[in-house]
């Protein structure tokens, strides 16, 4: 991801200034390779100041790093999960606002044009009451037993893995498109492989949800890191007294618009399209783009906001709180195999 966020950093205009990782050797090579200026260690670069700290360290460090950067008088970025707590994570949302820093989550889904104009049709009115809605997030880079990464163990990646890392990001998406909170909820999980290399494995592979929201309507989600073939399906569809809407990341281009008469896609033009979803557009029509570019106009709008102007919907800490307090039911609910109300905040 640091990979990802420097490309995103260069593309906004900064000045790439000093990279810190755990070991020298990795830190020299990444700064090497990324165009970095100075090569630091962890606890000096937590404790200088900079314009902007971009977090994107294991799950279990992202509160630890993020405070120490806001304590240092810096803005802080910092890769999702927020923290591996919700109480944590309520204590960095709080600090944020107390240093007057941003501190900014990279839900960057929200940066595809297509979502921003579907959000539009829920604000505008256009579809109507809000009934059913349905949602999944599937890959399949942890299908087989021999597939290790650092998230499957609880230490470093928390007590969620499948839904803190990729369920988190379906959740926000459905509920910045919406315009409505999951207000109960009854999970379930599974492990597929209980063991990993040799390692005993304590985190979920897969997560299926029935949710309620705020205004009655209902909908399932289904999340799953073992999904043959799916490198990345993310995907949401909402149905509204008038209209439904489906967006499927994997092709961002397109906007599915059903109606009981006609249905309809709505392609990437920015003279078609909704005011914030033509401002998102940065190539021609027909032109595809994706998820660096939507990655790129997050940081691009997170810059923005800590130099004193105001963007639209930016993801910040009160966001990655939010999926932590989700995350945190969905936990309960597979624990007692019953519905459960999710705090607001």
Avoid at 143 to 171: C, K, M, T, Y
Avoid at 206 to 226: H, M, N, W
Avoid at 229 to 246: D, P, W
Avoid at 275 to 286: F, K, M
Wanted: hydrophobic residues 45%.
């Amino acid at each position: 991801m640091a990979a990802v966020h420097s490309r995103a950093a260069r593309s906004a205009g900064a000045a790439l200034d000093a990279l810190a990782s755990a070991r020298p050797e990795s830190a020299a090579r990444a700064a090497a390779e990324l165009g970095y200026s100075r090569r630091l260690d962890p606890n000096a670069l937590a404790e200088e100041r900079f314009d902007v700290v971009h977090v994107c360290t294991p799950n279990d460090s992202h509160a630890e790093y993020a405070a120490r950067a806001l304590r240092a008088g810096s803005h802080v970025i910092c890769e999702k999960p927020l923290a591996t707590s919700a109480e944590a994570a309520r204590t960095l949302t709080e600090a944020a606002a107390d240093a007057g820093r941003l501190g900014a989550v990279p839900f960057v889904y929200r940066y595809h044009p297509m979502v921003r104009e579907a959000r539009a049709r829920v604000a505008g009115g256009a579809t109507g009451r809000l009934l059913t809605v349905s949602g999944q997030y599937l890959q399949d880079w942890l299908l087989g037993a021999d597939d290790e990464n650092w998230r499957v163990g609880s230490q470093a990646g928390g007590p969620s893995r499948a839904f803190a890392d990729i369920g988190s990001h379906l959740v926000d998406l459905i509920e910045f498109v919406c315009g409505e909170r999951i207000v109960r909820l009854a999970a379930t999980a599974r492990t597929v492989h209980e063991q990993r290399g040799g390692h005993p494995v304590d985190t979920e592979d897969a997560v299926a949800l029935v949710v309620e929201f705020s205004s009655g309507a209902i909908g399932t989600l289904l999340v799953s890191q073992v999904a043959p073939g799916r490198k990345n399906g993310l995907v949401f569809e909402l149905a509204g007294t008038e209209e439904s809407l489906r967006f499927e990341q994997e092709d961002p281009e397109r906007l599915w618009v059903g109606g009981r008469s006609a249905s309809q896609l709505l392609r990437r033009d920015p003279d078609q399209l909704s005011p914030e979803a033509a401002r998102l557009c940065v190539v021609p029509a027909g032109h595809p783009q994706g998820y660096q570019d939507a990655f790129n106009a997050f940081v691009a709008d997170a810059y923005a906001v800590t130099r004193g102007q105001t963007r639209e919907a930016l993801p910040t800490f009160a966001d990655g709180l939010r999926a932590a307090i989700v995350t945190e039911a969905v936990l309960e609910s597979v624990r007692t195999r019953a519905w459960v109300e999710v705090s607001a905040r």
